[in-house]
């Protein structure tokens, strides 16, 4: 089945940051029909960020055939949830994500009280049928005592509440080989995310590679301090291999969406993801709407 190619918003931040209504419109018109969100100010908004209540959401999504397919949650406090999940239900929304994930080096009790709380998240989302879905970037690929912490998490998660939303550009960058976890969690994934990587990056693909110490802790100053905006490039006019990725994805059976990200651009945003649209229509077993 093929598989819907949506957009995350977090593309277009600073656009939606000074205008949301009219950049929401804007990637309307450049084609795409299925959002995911990305609201890091979790504390005061329970939304999608950028201070759009759901009722002008949902009119806004409708207005312009529009729908919201996911959003990813930071903060997400458990004390938060209840408002998150009655703004998301309001809105349609039937995926809400964890992606910020950092553990202390070879701290395993640390990851095991983690895995706990990913469980009392997900039966709240269940609870309110959405599913709740932790996303990946680097440094869940650390090895501690021998398995990688992703692997960590899904083995004290429960699969009935804990979904995969799967960065294949972050899984690379951990030194992984994205199309392997296809296989590997293939039932637990129900989104997928597509950056690209350039050819004439500044830093090597895998961030371990001289770029971060995977034996020591990373925090998110160090992620943020590393993360070169050069290597970032339009999804498709890179080197990774998307249309593999894309084959592979189609065994996966709760898998809808491939969700386009661009982290940093060196173009207008939304000149950026035209570029994204027009470059990803090379690649078989995707449709637009």
Known sequence: MA?????QLYSVRNALKADPYGTLAKVA???YKYIEAANHDALSDPGVGFGVPASDMRATLERLGMSIVGCQIYPLE???LGAI???HAAV???HIGYDMGFYPYDDLDHILRQCELF???GEMCKERGIRFHYHNHYQEFQRFRGKTVYDIIMENTDPSLVFIELDTYWAYRGGQDPIELIDKYKDRIVLLHQKDFPKDAPQPLVMSDGIVDFGKDITIE???STKDPLCFTEIGTGILPIQDIINAAQAVPNLEYIILEQDHTQLDEIESIKVSMEAFRKFSGVKWA
């Open 222 to 224: 160090e992620f943020s």
């Open 29 to 31: 018109e450049a084609g």
């Open 78 to 80: 458990p004390e938060r």
């Open 3 to 7: 598989l819907k190619v949506g957009i």
């Open 85 to 87: 999940l009655d703004y």
């Open 92 to 94: 349609g929304n039937k």
């Open 119 to 121: 469980n009392s998240l």
